[in-house]
């Protein structure tokens, strides 16, 4: 059974640097093709996807915020860890992280989600 | 970046309906495409990947059809546990995008 879990600061402040990790059981990310990515979700509006590292580690970011992503994995740890730097009121949002099983296919199992709020 | 878009943004249906969604790609994306259920304070299900493949577990009464640029969600028969918002998403490049979202709710 595949299940992944975010855990990180629920408040952060402007300009600091959000750190999530997903710590997640039911596969290895040394599996040939298996990936883990983080999308995002501002309250009351839709999915945006940010990044994916894969189990060779490779590491795909969103365009418009690579500057501020980093994805790493720990594969003896079983945690993909997302920072996010310069941290905005406009990047208030659920945070999700979910399994990518193949090439083919989209992700499929998603954790539940850790809400961020960006105050002062 | 691909764009994508749906059509309706929301309507309201009866238990029992057929209803369709439709989801445009801004380029065509083969069959790169997936559709997500979700329900308020969920996060988003999987049911149908490949465009017209049903994920394990997903009811029968949802089916997928399209390639290219246009595809389409059908619900055969619309159950009480089926009012949420459903997001298609291309999975052809990078970066991933989602559709705006169509919310379906109850008459």
């Known amino acids: 059974q595949i299940t992944l879990k975010e855990s990180g600061p629920t408040l952060v402040k402007p300009t600091q640097t959000l750190t999530l990790t997903c710590t997640f059981s039911g596969f290895s990310l040394s599996t040939s093709g298996v990936g883990v990515g983080w999308i995002r979700q501002p309250p009351g509006k839709a999915l945006e996807w940010l990044a994916l590292?894969?189990?060779?580690?490779?590491?795909r970011y969103s365009p418009s915020l690579k500057s501020r992503l980093t994805i790493t994995k720990d594969t003896s740890k079983n945690q993909v860890v997302l920072t996010m730097t310069n941290m905005d009121p406009v990047d208030t949002a659920t945070y999700y992280c979910?399994?990518?099983?193949?090439?083919?296919?989209?992700?499929?199992?998603w954790g539940q989600g850790t809400l961020v709020t960006v105050s002062s | 970046a691909i764009r994508m878009t749906q059509s309706p943004s929301s309507f309201s249906a009866s238990t029992g309906d057929r209803v369709t969604i439709t989801c445009r790609a801004s380029?065509?994306?083969?069959?790169?495409l997936a559709w997500y259920q979700q329900k308020p304070g969920k996060a988003p299900k999987l049911l149908i990947y490949a465009a017209s493949t049903l994920q394990s577990g997903v009811p029968s009464r949802f089916s997928g059809s399209g390639s290219g640029t246009d595809f389409t969600l059908t619900i055969s028969c619309l159950q009480s546990e089926d009012f949420a918002t459903y997001y298609c998403q291309q999975y052809y490049s990078y970066p991933w995008t989602f559709g705006p979202g169509t919310k379906v709710d109850i008459k």
């Open positions: 979910a399994h990518r099983r193949g090439i083919d296919y989209p992700v499929g199992y």
């Open positions: 590292i894969y189990w060779d580690d490779d590491k």
């Open positions: 380029q065509g994306i083969s069959s790169y």
